[in-house]
């Protein structure tokens, strides 16, 4: 049964339909998978010492196997999205889900470089196919404007949360395992949501979703995937040649996609979904919320081992009560919405973002560690209602049968967010530190780089020398980090006033 019939017993046309039991059970159902997707892009972090030492992969591979799973999630969001639009949100859900398990088994137990690859590959795809089916089925579930944007409010928690616990469960896992088990937990719940899933959600298309374009499909995986590479590449290794042929060719491509929707009677993406302002402005908040996150935490990783001395398991525990404090503002945020517009929440929200960006901004290689902590959970605090707003008006802004390309388009929102996040912020950050080295005696290229080679190299001085570089490399590092915090406020002040205003007639 499709809602073109009939939706969880409530007919397309009743008024203000409330969700029971039944749709509160099927969203945790699906904020499980959620959570898994997240954590898997992160949870190699502490598994490749291991990883490398068994498989020993070559610096091509290993960068691989870290890499080609967020490229083929970012890349194929958008033809994903729109396949479960056309096949059925269920149904594509659940292919998914069937490919992650398998491909996680795989990657477990992986005993090449290349298998791994692969394995990672068909993970990176597959959960494409979940993120936007377990959004717009969202979409149907919760028909009420209140409970919808409770119900997302825990989506976008689930899968903020899962990015704090993948270090988290991965270091643990492989204090007692091999470095495969980080792979494992996805088997079961994958299973649960196979057997769970035709009994708790219902099946939902569009009624009338015309032919699929693989051209189109195509072209928007490959515009993503070179974009989203050269502007990585672009943070890992400044805007060499590579980089730059490859962000022109992802460009490029762009545009011959966008000029085919344009001709196309059935598009795999409708770009009139753009002409609604709360779904554009929406949409460039959660590009920004993206970049703001992913750059300030890039660099904030860093200051917290290689400044502070922290090890990444104790700094993820610090991350603890940043992702507590999202899951509480997430919950207020569902709730004041009820009373007060949606711009003022965003701008609001933006606004003390911004607020933790600036005390953030003040800290030096000397500030203690709950110094920046504070900052960074009024950081948290501010993110939270801005981002469950967004994504909340993104998905309630489409038609009901364009759920899925609206939540795809949410999705690589948020991953081409966190890529620019990393080449923009990262990147001034970096620039920052080399060029407060540049008149620093050093005994390598590498120590003017960057703070861990200034580190590594320190170790080869005498200690005194060694100590006196160390000491300048982490306070460079620290005034890069406070450049990108006074940035990243100024960028979010500017978001704030920006959504005030264009958000301004949107009621709910």
């Known amino acids: 049964m499709t809602t073109t019939e009939r939706d969880g017993g409530t007919l397309p046309g009743d008024p203000s339909p409330r969700a029971g039991r039944r749709e509160w059970i099927a969203l945790a159902g699906l904020a499980l998978p959620t959570l898994l997707i997240s954590m898997d892009l992160s949870v190699l972090i ?37 396949l479960g639009d056309r096949i059925g949100r269920r149904r594509l859900l659940m292919i998914g889900a069937a490919a992650f398990g398998l491909a996680s088994m795989v990657a477990a137990f992986a005993p090449t470089p290349d298998l791994l690859i692969l394995a990672r590959a068909v993970q990176g795809v597959a959960g494409a196919t979940l993120m936007p089916s377990t959004l717009s089925l969202l979409r149907h579930l919760f028909r009420d404007e209140n409970q919808r944007t409770v119900a997302i409010s825990v989506w976008a928690t689930t899968f903020q949360v899962g990015v704090v616990l993948g270090p988290l469960l991965g270091g643990v896992l492989l204090e007692h395992f091999w470095w495969g088990a980080v792979f494992l937990p996805n088997l079961p719940v994958m299973a649960v949501l196979l057997l769970a899933a035709p009994k708790l959600l219902p099946e939902t298309r ?69 002409r609604s302002a709360a779904f554009t402005t929406s949409v460039t908040v959660n590009i920004m919320i ?72 003040q800290m030096d290689a000397t500030s203690g560690i709950l110094f920046v902590m504070a900052a960074w959970v009024i950081v948290g605090l501010g993110v939270a209602p801005s981002s469950t707003l967004s994504v909340d008006l993104i ?95 100024l960028a979010a002040l500017i978001g704030a006033v920006a959504a005030a205003v264009l958000l301004r007639h949107v009621r709910r």
Do not use: C
């Open 46 to 82: 502490l598994a490749t010492p291991a990883l490398s030492a068994d498989l020993q992969p070559s610096a091509a591979q290993l960068l691989w196997i870290t890499d080609i799973y967020g490229f083929l999630i970012a890349g194929s969001l958008i033809t994903m999205g729109t």
């Open 206 to 274: 569009d009624p009338a979703p015309g032919k699929f374009d693989l051209v189109s499909a195509a072209l928007s995986i490959v515009a993503m995937l070179a974009a989203i590479y050269g502007i990585k590449r672009i943070a890992e290794s400044g805007a060499d040649v590579p980089a730059l042929l490859a962000l022109a060719a992802g460009i490029a491509v762009g545009v011959v996609f966008v000029r085919r929707q344009h001709a196309l009677p059935a598009p795999l993406l409708d770009l009139r979904l753009f």
């Open 395 to 489: 998905v309630g802004s489409a038609p009901t049968e364009r759920a899925g390309a609206a939540s795809a388009i949410s999705e690589t929102g948020g991953e081409l967010g966190n890529a620019l996040g990393i080449a923009l912020i990262g990147s001034l950050g970096v620039a920052v530190y080399r060029g407060a080295m540049s008149d620093v005696a050093v005994p390598s290229e590498a120590a003017r780089e960057s703070l861990s080679g200034a580190m590594a190299a320190a170790t080869e001085l005498p200690a005194r020398l060694g100590a006196d570089l160390v000491a300048q490399a982490q306070a460079a590092f620290a005034s890069g980090l406070q450049l990108a915090a006074t940035a990243g406020a």
């Open 290 to 361: 993206g970049t703001l996150m992913a750059g300030t935490f890039f660099l904030l990783a860093q200051y917290l081992q290689l400044v502070l001395g922290i090890g990444p398991f104790e700094a993820g525990l610090w991350m603890l009560p940043q992702s507590a404090v999202i899951i509480v503002a997430s919950m207020l945020a569902a709730v004041a919405v009820r009373r007060i517009r949606p711009a003022y929440i965003v701008s609001g929200g933006l606004a003390v973002t911004a607020a933790g960006l600036f005390v953030l901004a």
